[in-house]
């Protein structure tokens, strides 16, 4: 049924973006298709926290990408992977996301053997950029997305980021940083 539906759809749009159904449940279907004949993988799984479960495939020669159901993961994926081939297939020249740094306004001290996206605010101290992160370690949590403006991105390995120290930051709304000190 699933992999008739997708056929239908893929019929419609040039790209079908999905969200659910790619990790290990009873209802996550979408690994099964990647069994079909006129289906090309190109990914299943991504070494990242959240939303390791994000899988991309060709279905009939077009792009499918089943994002995962947990909604904090979700967004994130849409940010790094939805909206870069929403741009590529417009015609953008710049099609990938622009990543900025930041000082981390506090440690983190949580090692992860992947990238760690954390969702948070950036302020000016001191003519400092800072990034704070929010601290929501549940990514289907979303009481602290409507107040997110950025990912802040801890790199795998090692014990974490302290204070201080320089990270990439992913912008998914448009700054309202401010001034404080």
Not at 18 to 45: C, H, K, M, Q, Y
Not at 46 to 73: C, E, F, I, Q
Not at 135 to 150: H, R, Y
Request: aromatic share 8%.
């Amino acid at each position: 049924m699933a992999k008739q539906k997708i056929s239908e759809y893929m019929q419609q749009v040039d790209l079908l973006i999905s969200s659910g159904g790619v990790s290990v449940g009873d209802f996550d279907v979408i690994a099964l298709l990647t069994n079909e004949p006129d289906v090309e993988l190109l990914f299943n799984r991504v070494a990242m926290r959240p939303g390791s479960p994000t899988t991309s495939m060709l279905v009939g020669g077009k792009p499918y990408l089943a994002l995962s159901g947990n909604p904090g993961a979700c967004f994130l994926g849409f940010e790094l992977f939805a909206r870069t081939a929403i741009r590529r297939l417009s015609g953008a020249a710049e099609a990938f996301p622009r990543m900025i740094r930041a000082r981390l306004a506090v440690s983190y001290e949580k090692p992860c053997p992947y990238p760690r996206y954390l969702r948070g605010r950036l302020l000016e101290q001191d003519g400092v950029l800072l990034a704070m992160p929010d601290f929501n370690e549940k990514a289907g949590n979303l009481g602290t997305l409507k107040d997110s403006e950025c990912f802040i991105v801890i790199p795998p390995g090692g014990s974490g980021k302290q204070a201080g120290e320089l990270v990439e930051i992913l912008t998914h709304a448009a700054p309202s940083w401010r001034k404080e000190g």
